[in-house]
């Protein structure tokens, strides 16, 4: 059974700083692919961030803020989260699976965590 668990969201000013943080079990890390993904209330689920076996992709709205990187010995993935801004304000996700074509496409992941919040306020 595949579990995910994020860790790392909070309350930050503008301008501040996260790391966001996906801890998997059950799944072969060197395989998955994990993506992170973010809701604001009243709007779709939107692909942040992911990073596959050999690859990493970004929103273009979280290019140059945001880096993604894996920890495959920690079977942990991890979000570090700079300059944020308000609009960046949402539940994260992190999913995974494997055999995943386009990486920051929702659909193709079948295993999701419960979510963390960040809130980006002043």
């Known amino acids: 059974q595949v579990q995910l668990v994020e860790s790392g969201g909070g309350s930050v000013q503008p301008g501040g700083s996260l790391n966001l943080s996906c801890a998997v079990s059950?799944?072969?890390?060197?395989?998955?692919?994990i993506g992170w993904f973010r809701q604001a209330p009243g709007k779709e689920r939107e692909g942040v961030s992911c990073i596959s076996v050999t690859d990493t992709d970004y929103a273009d709205s979280v290019k140059g803020r945001f880096t993604i990187s894996r920890d495959n010995a920690k079977n942990t993935v991890y979000l570090q989260m700079n300059s944020l801004k308000s609009e960046d304000t949402g539940v994260y996700y992190c999913a995974a699976d494997w055999g995943i074509y386009v990486c920051m496409n929702r659909g193709e992941y079948q295993y999701w965590g419960q979510g963390t919040q960040v809130t980006v306020s002043s």
């Open positions: 059950g799944a072969d890390m060197d395989y998955y692919s």
